[in-house]
C-alpha cells in the first residue's frame, strides 16, 4: 500500500496556526491605535497647511463678517485652558544693589509721566522765513 504524504509544514488559516498567530503574522493588521492616531493627524494637519496657504486669509475674513461668534469661539479655542504660573520670590530675591537700581528706574519712569503730564503746550502756527542771502564777494 501507499503511504499517504504527510504535509511537514503547518497549514495557516486567517494567520493562524492551531488558535495561535504563526510567524509574520500580525495581531493587529491595523498597526497600534497610537501609531494609527499620529499618522492620522500628521496628514490631517499637512492637508490642513495645504488648505490654510491657498485660503486661509480669505475665509478668516469671511467668518470675521459673516459670523463673529465662530470667529471669537475658535479664539477662544486657541487660548490654552490653563496657564501655569509659577512664583519665584520676585523682589525677596533681589540683593540690595538690585533693589536700589529697580526703585531709581521706577522713579525715572514717574518722573517722566508726571512731567509729561504737567508739559505746557503752545499753540501756534508755523511762518516760513526766508533764509538769508549768502555772502557773495563781488569780482
Known sequence: MDEPEHNTAPKVINGRINGRFAKGFSGNPGGSPETTRRAFNKRFLLDLAEDWQ?????????????????????????????????HNQGVKAMSDEQLEAAIEILQGMI?????????????????????????????
Open 54 to 86: 491657498q485660503h486661509g486669509r480669505e475665509v478668516f475674513k469671511r467668518v470675521r463678517r459673516e459670523s463673529p461668534a465662530s470667529y471669537l469661539k475658535v479664539c477662544a479655542m486657541l487660548v490654552p485652558r490653563e496657564m501655569r504660573v509659577e
Open 111 to 139: 518722573d517722566a509721566k508726571l512731567a509729561g503730564t504737567n508739559a505746557k503746550i503752545v499753540e501756534g502756527i508755523a511762518e516760513p522765513q526766508a533764509l538769508p542771502a549768502p555772502d557773495v564777494i563781488p569780482d
